[in-house]
Structures are given as structure tokens and as C-alpha cells.
């Protein structure tokens, strides 16, 4: 039914009651065209001519397979559907004054949003004098943005808007890689040796050797 209500969408052939079309296609000439000559293009190539954008001036006309055409639209729509997801905000309502019970209450809902995948919207409500204390008001929010950092991340800090103070949590993706610690540098140190000093008795048996080679040299 549905393809039946997208093929309806388009004219092709016949249907195209214009004078001239601009034409576009696969191995196909653009230009203007009167509507006879489209149409024998269309033919000679065993193609259809479908009318993509009528308010056009003139129409525009694609040379190309209807069957293949319209499995190309219906798979574009589902792509364009896939990425429009729908963003669900759940709330969240305090007191400046909610005792622990209550908080704790909320605060495992406001998980469980999170984990659903839905944002959280988290408010204090400061109904007449109450709204002297905006500052308890806001350590609520911040306490409730500590205890929510393991399934949501702040997107908004809070912010006070007329009566109203609100802070916004989006939930965190779920199985996201940890990055690895880095790997320690390690350094070689590469200790250099001082040359040993000649002991005593290679100093002696160099200093004989040099009395040897002198007296040789005075017999000469």
C-alpha cells in the first residue's frame, strides 16, 4: 500500500502532459526538450520518463527504470526515517527542601531514563519566598549531576529561569571503548666505565721496560 501511494506520486510516460521538459539521466543529453522527443529517448533506451520535480520551469523529467526508481525512493525514506529518531525528554521535579527519601526516589528514576536511552530535564520549583533559597536549589542539582555521572553527562549546567531552575543530563553511549593507559617509557641508561689506572706493579714492569730499552740505546 505503501508503494502504491509513492508510485502515485510521480507521472511518467504518457501522464506528462506538458509542452517541453528538462531532461536528466544516465547517458542521456541534458537540456530542454519538447515532451514527444523526451519521450522517444525514454523508449529507444527501454527506459521510463518520470517527472521528479513538476513545479519546475519547465518540469523536470529523469530517463531511468520506474521499478528501480521507485525501490531507490522507498530505500531513501527508510534511511531519512533511520536517522529522524525521536528524542524523548523525561522530568524531573524537586523542592529546594526534598528530603533524602524523596531524592533518592527520583534519583533512581532519573537512572533509569538514562538508561533507557531518554534525556532527563531536572528542575527545582521555588514556589513564593522559597526563592531565597536558589542556592540550595542549585547544590541539589549539582549533587544530583554527581550521582548521575556514571549513566549521564550535563548538557546544560543549571540555570535559573523564572521560577524555575533546570539542569539537562543526556545519557552516556553505552559500551564505548575505554582508550588504554599509555605504555611507561622506559630509558636504558648505559653507564660508561672510567679506563682502570695501571696498577703498581704494571708501572714497575713498564718502567723496566723503559730502562731496558735505554741502555740498549746508550751500548749502541
Do not use: W
Not at 38 to 65: F, H, M, N, Q, Y
Not at 195 to 215: G, I, R
Amino acid at each position: 500500500m505503501k508503494n502504491d501511494n509513492l508510485k502515485d506520486q510521480y507521472r511518467l510516460n504518457e501522464r506528462i502532459r506538458v509542452r517541453e521538459v528538462r531532461l536528466v539521466g544516465e547517458n542521456v543529453e541534458q537540456g530542454v526538450y519538447p515532451i514527444a522527443e523526451a519521450l522517444k529517448i525514454a523508449e529507444d533506451k527501454g527506459l521510463d520518463l518520470v517527472e521528479i520535480s513538476p513545479s519546475a520551469v519547465p518540469p523536470v523529467c529523469r530517463v531511468t527504470d520506474f521499478q528501480k526508481f521507485l525501490y531507490q525512493q522507498k530505500k531513501r525514506q527508510k534511511e531519512q526515517k533511520a536517522k529522524s529518531v525521536k528524542v524523548i525528554v523525561k522530568e524531573i521535579r524537586f523542592g529546594p527542601q526534598t528530603d533524602d527519601h524523596d531524592y533518592d526516589f527520583k534519583l533512581k528514576h532519573a537512572k533509569g531514563f538514562l538508561e533507557e536511552g531518554a534525556k532527563v530535564k531536572a528542575y527545582v520549583f521555588f514556589k513564593g519566598r522559597s526563592i531565597l533559597f536558589k542556592e540550595q536549589g542549585e547544590v541539589l542539582l549539582l549533587r544530583f549531576a554527581n550521582d548521575l555521572e556514571d549513566v549521564g553527562r550535563v548538557e546544560q549546567m543549571p540555570i535559573l529561569e523564572g521560577k524555575r531552575m533546570t539542569i539537562m543530563f543526556t545519557p552516556k553511549k553505552a559500551g564505548a571503548p575505554v582508550p588504554p593507559p599509555p605504555k611507561p617509557v622506559v630509558k636504558k641508561v648505559i653507564h660508561l666505565s672510567k679506563p682502570q689506572e695501571n696498577t703498581d706493579s704494571e708501572n714497575n714492569e713498564n718502567a723496566k721496560k723503559e730502562s731496558l730499552v735505554k741502555a740498549k740505546l746508550t751500548n749502541v
